[in-house]
């Protein structure tokens, strides 16, 4: 027996994903022995491509079409001949093999999956529902696994336990948990692999014969997706293919990998001998059962169904080296690539927004918002929001109150381009320089920068932000206003906003669900669909070529670019928003973590990119930069900076794994340690 956490930490059976296939292979009609061969022969592929779960047909052994042969003698006996050499000949193959066969049980004739792991017989599982309609007509072969009375079965020489309720777990594999159904099964209203995965499955099988005609491989492809996302599991479905006869119809052999509602991996239809292979991602099934609290609710009011569940434990034989994952982890998971999921994603986001600031200046009845505007990414989009949502209220720009405040580090270039968006969205402009008040307060605080030495520290830092966010909230009781915040969720998770009287406050915010990458994508997305003139591309343009910055360390003139770099200081937020995601939407370990942002940024030619990211700026990072700013993102959200977001300001949710708000996704405490999570980075987590 090989464990799981035994693997090397490049393997995708250390980290909680399992591979697992759909096979079709060439059947000749009640040839049992020829199937055994094509059969083998996939099993034997299967193995060697480090597959753990490997669903066949219904009634592969015999051939689905056999019809009325079904009760002639010498073909069961052929199909028992069969079934044994196969569970002798994969007896030295890894991985379980769940094959379709007739099989002869207290006097009646059921259509059954056996599953089978290194020549041992783990269950034997009847079709509970036989269809009798169109061009079906099992009930004249076959009775249904409820006219059953014995829970055991003879197969192979070994006594098995037989029924459609049975759960197969391999507990050294955390999570694998599967359940197998035939066909018609998972077509009626309410599937025997529902109540499986209400058991504790996370891995569903379909062994099926579904004859095709048109629509009907689309039809099948939804059923399979709609019951891994109803779920919540992975659902693996085979359908009898080439071979098969066709005297009255005909058989596509369709595969279908399906995940929580994603279609992971399809076959090439009217092909011979498929294998269909993807690596499913049990952890993540996990994660999203133990979130969503109903999921145990249903399980609750269906408990005495689900009591006549069996489990049969065994050791699932792993793969002796590393499996490389091959699934595709996406870097940037708030962006989707594909082109049109992203201006879809933008789109959405956008309104979700506008909403969300409308709706509270229409519940106050304020008319005016004040805005502080930097001339960077996160202030671009708030006034774009804000200015958007005056034209949606019927209210004139003019109402939303832009002020740019120049401190002791804002160089030309976000100044000018501050005014220039001010201007372009046709807001109210205008211009505060903090620097004399800045001056008077460190003044005040007797330290030494007010004389002009070069002490730039925190308390220099922070007095600049604080005089900014003073005067915004001053301005808003003169004009009768409401203050919109421009902070990102990014810089939320990171605590890079100065608390109370500073960045962290305001009387609303609309970007505090949104990332920094999806904000950069945002705007990009207003520029594309001329959502603000062309007037305001030109600047926007700007602005999304400007290093992200504070503005708050002088550097050397005004004319020069900013000294100081958030991403040398926090690390570079495409990663932390990485982190960010898988942490605080499906609560991985770290060292989870750290293995999917080595296999989505290791190497930059691998996997997609979104089409407006130059390649210039296409960048990868080795697992020991990940573990490093791995560490620096744990340390600052699980450790330090919660006591920011226990008192964040209101504002809208746009998507799952996007919202620290203490009322609604992350509701933690302040005064948490990180040490747990930072030690098991260290322990697990090599480099």
């Not at 020489?157 to 159904?181: K, M, R, T, Y």
């Not at 369709?254 to 090439?268: C, D, F, M, R």
């Not at 949104?514 to 904000?519: A, D, E, G, S």
């Not at 360390?553 to 670019?561: L, W």
């Amino acid at each position: 027996m090989t464990s799981a956490q035994a693997h090397d930490f490049t393997s995708l059976y250390r980290h909680g994903f399992v591979r697992v296939a759909s096979a079709v292979p060439e059947v000749r009609v009640a040839d049992p022995e020829f199937n055994c061969d094509a059969t083998l022969a996939l099993a034997r592929r299967a193995a060697a491509d480090g597959v753990a779960i490997t669903v066949f047909p219904e009634l592969g052994f015999s051939s689905y079409t056999a019809d009325d042969l079904f009760h002639q003698n010498a073909l069961q006996a052929a199909v028992d001949d069969a079934v044994a050499r196969f569970v002798q000949e994969s007896a030295d193959l890894p991985g379980v093999f769940a094959i379709g066969a007739p099989q002869r049980f207290e006097g009646r004739l059921f259509n059954c999956g056996i599953v089978v792991h290194r020549g041992q017989v783990l269950g034997v599982v009847p079709k509970s529902y036989l269809p009798g309609y169109r061009e079906f007509y099992e009930k004249r072969q076959f009775v249904a696994a409820r006219d059953a009375v014995s829970e055991r079965v003879l197969v192979a020489g070994q006594d098995a336990p037989f029924g459609s309720d049975l759960l197969f777990a391999a507990p050294n594999v955390p999570g694998l948990v599967f359940h197998v159904e035939i066909c018609e099964d998972g077509w009626v209203p309410v599937t025997p692999s529902g109540f499986g995965a209400l058991a504790g499955a996370t891995v569903l099988l379909n062994l099926s014969a579904s004859n095709i005609v048109i629509g009907k491989a689309g039809y099948r492809r939804n059923l399979c997706t709609n019951h891994s996302a109803r779920y919540i599991a992975a659902y693996l479905y085979s359908a009898a293919g080439p071979g098969e006869s066709t005297t009255d119809l005909a058989w596509d052999g369709q595969a279908v990998i399906a995940e929580n509602g994603s279609l992971l991996a399809e076959g090439e239809r009217f092909e011979s001998n498929q294998l269909v292979t993807a690596d499913v991602d049990l952890e993540r099934l996990a994660a999203d059962r133990l979130r969503m609290t109903s999921f145990n609710d249903n399980a609750h009011d269906h408990r005495e169904r689900l009591k006549r569940f069996h489990r049969v434990d065994f050791e699932l034989e792993l793969p002796p080296g590393p499996v490389r994952l091959r699934r595709e982890i996406q870097r940037f998971p708030y962006v989707p690539a594909n082109t049109a999921d992203r201006n879809e994603r933008c789109r959405e986001v956008h309104h979700i927004q506008v909403q969300g600031l409308t709706q509270r200046l229409a519940a106050t009845g304020i008319e005016k918002v004040v805005i502080g505007v930097s001339g960077g990414l996160d202030s671009t989009q708030a006034l774009i929001i804000a200015a958007q949502s005056m034209d949606k209220l019927g209210l004139p720009r003019e109402n939303v109150l832009a002020y740019t405040m120049p401190g002791f580090a804002t160089t030309n270039h976000t100044l000018t381009n501050a005014h220039k968006l001010m201007k372009a969205l046709g807001t109210s402009a205008h211009e505060i320089d903090i620097r004399p008040s800045a001056r008077q307060m460190l003044a005040d605080l007797g330290h030494p920068a007010a004389d002009g030495s070069p002490v730039y520290d925190v308390t220099f830092e922070n007095v600049q932000a604080g005089e900014r966010t003073s005067h915004l909230f001053r301005l808003a009781n003169h004009h009768g206003a409401l203050v919109v915040g421009t902070g990102d969720l990014s810089e939320q998770a990171l605590g890079w906003a100065t608390y109370g009287v500073g960045d962290q406050m305001s009387h609303y915010n609309v970007n505090a669900s949104v990332p920094k990458t999806l904000i950069r994508y945002l705007i990009a997305w207003e520029v594309a669909t001329e959502q603000l003139g062309e007037g305001a591309d030109e600047v926007l343009r700007s602005i999304l070529a400007t290093e992200i910055s504070p503005e708050l360390v002088p550097g050397d003139g005004p004319d020069s670019g900013p000294s100081q770099s958030s991403e040398a200081k926090v690390g570079p937020y495409e990663l932390q928003d990485f982190h960010l995601y898988y942490l605080l939407r499906f609560g991985y370990r770290p060292s989870r973590i750290a293995y999917l942002a080595q296999h989505a940024w290791g190497d930059v030619n691998a996997g997609r990119w979104p089409d407006l990211v130059p390649e210039s700026e296409r960048n990868s990072y080795d697992l020991p930069t990940i573990k490093k700013w791995l560490r620096e993102f744990l340390w600052r959200f699980i450790q330090t900076s919660q006591f920011k977001r226990s008192a964040m300001p209101n504002a809208p949710k746009v998507g799952s794994g996007g919202s620290l708000s203490p009322r609604g996704d992350w509701r933690a405490p302040s005064d948490a340690s990180a040490r747990a999570w930072l030690d098991e980075l260290e322990a697990n987590v090599p480099g």
